[in-house]
């Protein structure tokens, strides 16, 4: 009985988990819509709240992570004060 419980514990947190997953990405995804806005008034044409303006918003969010994170690598892998 007491492993059902835990198990119900541990499944609640899972809302709360992906609740502050999202808080913690909230502005980055924002700043990639505001990018991909930009790039729709100037030469796409996308319909917003559509399946490719999503691709596009998370194709924009994952290349920006992966600038952000090359621009602190050496920070990361060598443990560099900032």
Known sequence: ????LNWMKTLGTI???LCV????????????AFIVWIF??????LAWMSWS???WILGVWVV???IALAGQADKI???TPK
């Open 15 to 17: 809302p709360l988990a």
């Open 53 to 55: 303006t999503f691709w």
């Open 77 to 79: 892998l060598f443990g």
């Open 21 to 32: 997953l999202f808080v913690v990405f909230l502005p980055s995804i924002l700043f990639a």
């Open 64 to 66: 920006t992570m992966i």
């Open 40 to 45: 729709d008034l100037l030469f796409l044409d």
């Open 1 to 4: 009985m007491s492993s059902l």
